[in-house]
T-cell receptor, first 114, second 113 residues
Framework: GAGVSQSPSNKVTEKGKDVELRCDPISGHTALYWYRQSLGQGLEFLIYFQGNSAPDKSGLPSDRFSAERTGGSVSTLTIQRTQQEDSAVYLCASSLGDAVETQYFGPGTRLLVL | AQSVTQPDIHITVSEGASLELRCNYSYGATPYLFWYVQSPGQGLQLLLK??????LVQGIKGFEAEFKRSQSSFNLRKPSVHWSDAAEYFC???????????FGTGTRLQVFP
């Protein structure tokens, strides 16, 4: 079946502009996660959704970052007033929702802020 | 707080040689442990995971990992490396209380013919 998909695959933007990153999870997966992978860094947790609610937003680095999930499916990560340090690969993952379940990752969106 | 350390940033091996990638974790209770692989331009793929039971876990592509509670380690092994194993490998820890994964910084594996 279809895996996790993300769009766009690449995004170049100017400092100060807003960007939206989209994630389509695997059908039937109730849990959805956003991570950020910066050059030379590991993966950094950003936010976790269970259904449409976000019980854990602890990883969002600033109030410029927000995310929503509608219909228990598609999620959008929005970065307002982008900064150069926001440049990274943003990865989305989904799972069946239990802590023991495998998280399946999408290919990521590579964001470059000039 | 949970944390994961992968002490080797970059490892180079010859094709056919054995491989061991190190992973140490910090967590107060029994952790859930994962190894993921990321090939160039690809998303992360799960190699194997440990939740409980047998401490030697078999995964895909001929990989295995052993959970050693006394050493807080979960090292990844493969007896004979193939050129296609060249990738970045991430160890991660999860917990029963939260669903997020805490990742190490990764180990980049290079395989020479």
């Amino acid at each position: 079946g279809a895996g996790v998909s993300q769009s766009p695959s690449n995004k170049v933007t100017e400092k100060g502009k807003d960007v939206e990153l989209r994630c389509d999870p695997i059908s039937g997966h109730t849990a959805l996660y956003w991570y950020r992978q910066s050059l030379g860094q590991g993966l950094e947790f950003l936010i976790y959704f269970q259904g449409n609610s976000a019980p854990d937003k602890s990883g969002l680095p600033s109030d410029r970052f927000s995310a929503e999930r509608t219909g228990g499916s598609v999620s959008t990560l929005t970065i307002q007033r982008t900064q150069q340090e926001d440049s990274a690969v943003y990865l989305c993952a989904s799972s069946l929702g239990d802590a023991v379940e495998t998280q399946y990752f999408g290919p990521g969106t590579r964001l470059l802020v000039l | 707080a949970q944390s994961v350390t992968q002490p080797d940033i970059h490892i180079t091996v010859s094709e056919g040689a054995s491989l061991e990638l190190r992973c140490n974790y910090s967590y107060g209770a029994t952790p859930y442990l994962f190894w993921y692989v990321q090939s160039p331009g690809q998303g992360l793929q799960l190699l194997l995971k440990y939740f409980s039971g047998d401490t030697l876990v078999q995964g895909i592509k001929g990989f295995e990992a052993e959970f050693k509670r006394s050493q807080s380690s979960f090292n990844l092994r493969k007896p004979s490396v193939h050129w296609s194993d060249a990738a970045e490998y991430f160890c991660a820890v999860g917990t029963i209380n939260t669903d997020k994964l805490i990742f190490g910084t990764g180990t980049r594996l290079q395989v020479f013919p």
